[in-house]
């Protein structure tokens, strides 16, 4: 018989259901950061270890723990053992070929020993599929292209309509040129790159703040349960009332713990693992609407006839009580910001994808910028201004505009 108390509450009412909630994107396999073991954890990498995920056969397993291969690979090349070195990171990429990272260590590798059609093929693969500055302009500087520098500074055209594109905090400045050459395609106006605002105000939620007033919530409802009370005793932490997020984190890895001591099956904190490690993929989260007052105290020149501003931001957003906003946006304002955080391979543990995470911040540029300009929202799931309520929703609806939506933005964007 089970005992009452959370325990079985979080086993009866899904636990994987609560955090997949949260998140919004389930999450596949990562490495954990485990909240109670984070420091007992990442033993100094050595041949042994990467022997042994290479000897694996079993090839799902080996994936999970290639990063053994890796950092022992890095240790041979810091050493100076750059041709062994290579032959380690090569099976690595046997396990795990979407690793961009891994690829550009590669190429470099490959230069090294003068193998430069091989570093070519390598350096070829990231510059095709990376998201990342640093590692588009690795790979550019492999295959001779020009590397990613910042935009040269602009200003409104003096008459007509325009879309001002502003980078909120450091952003990838090869998505932010992509697309003001897509939305000049698109709007059929200019889109120039004001210069950036980088004061940016502290966080507003440390990561992983939402899933650990949950789990308050939950010590809270069940404040009697001999294992919370327990474990509570235990670390000298009181479940009613636990201010750092870090240190419930450290209870719920020991209640849950105990639950698979206890049961034979569940898999209880590798779960809870794993989402806590997405929640730090995702990172702390910035109220959407002091950003765009910023944004639009920033540039007050906005306020002329045709022209709107779009903040862009790599922070993840939300807005009042919300999980979380893809973008916000203020037609008194004629200003809208968006992050593109949550469209990232990174932070989704998905293959790279750059030609994906343009298309999906196209389709919320687009989105935004109609709420700038007070384009009511769109009904067909066709367009991109459709609202999506997951992001398989959004990669679902459609990239372009829709009839009535291209009408408003024409309306809107006429010179008057
Ligand atoms: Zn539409």
């Known amino acids: 018989m089970r005992t009452a108390g959370p325990i079985a509450f979080l086993m009866s009412s899904s636990f994987r259901f609560l955090v997949a909630g949260l998140l919004l994107i389930v999450v596949g396999t990562s490495l954990s950061i485990s909240p109670a073991a984070a420091a007992d954890k990442a033993p100094q990498p050595s041949r042994r270890a990467a022997e042994s995920v290479l000897r694996d056969s079993d090839n799902v397993r080996a994936s999970r723990q290639v990063d053994e291969v890796f950092r022992w690979a ?54 095709q599929r990376a998201e990342s500055d640093e590692l588009l302009s690795a790979a550019a500087g492999v295959l001779g292209l020009p590397t990613i520098t910042n935009p040269p500074a602009t200003t409104w055209p003096e008459r007509g309509p325009a879309i001002g594109l502003v980078p909120l905090g450091p952003v990838d400045l090869w998505l932010l ?30 990561p992983g703040h939402l899933l650990a007033e949950q789990w308050r919530k939950r010590f809270r409802d069940y404040p009697h349960d001999p294992v919370l009370v327990a474990k509570g005793r235990k670390l000298q932490l009181n479940p009613k009332s636990i201010p750092s997020n870090e240190d419930v984190f450290r209870l719920v890895s020991a209640v849950l713990e105990s639950e698979d001591r206890r049961t034979k099956g569940t898999n209880l904190v590798a779960d809870f693992e794993r989402d806590y490690a997405a929640l730090n993929r995702l990172g702390a989260q910035w109220r959407a609407e002091p950003l765009l007052e910023l944004l639009a105290s920033a540039h007050p020149e906005v306020h002329k006839p045709g022209r709107a501003l779009l903040g862009v931001t790599r922070n993840d957003l939300f807005n009042g009580e919300s999980r979380f906003v893809f973008g916000l946006g203020n037609s008194e304002k004629r200003s809208a910001v968006f992050s593109y955080r949550r469209f990232t391979a990174s932070v989704n543990d998905t293959a790279p994808n750059s030609a994906k995470l343009l298309e999906r911040a196209r389709k919320q540029s687009l989105s935004s910028i109609g709420f700038a300009l007070g384009i009511p929202r ?39």
């Open 177 to 206: 040129r992509a697309l003001q050459t897509d939305l000049g395609k698109v709007l059929q106006v200019p889109v120039v790159i004001l210069p950036a605002i980088t004061n940016l105000p502290t966080a507003d939620r440390p």
């Open 378 to 416: 769109c009904s067909s799931p066709l367009c991109a201004r459709a609202y999506p309520n997951s992001l398989d929703e959004f990669d679902a609806k459609g990239s372009d505009l829709c009839d009535a939506c291209l009408r408003g933005f024409r309306w809107e964007l006429v010179p008057r």
């Open 74 to 127: 890095d240790t041979l090349r810091q050493e100076g053992q750059s041709a062994e070195s290579l032959k380690f990171v090569e099976a690595g990429l046997r396990l795990a070929p979407f690793r961009m990272d891994q690829q550009i260590v590669a190429a470099e590798l490959l230069l090294i020993s003068r193998q430069t059609n091989a570093a070519r093929e390598h350096a070829s693969i990231v510059w």
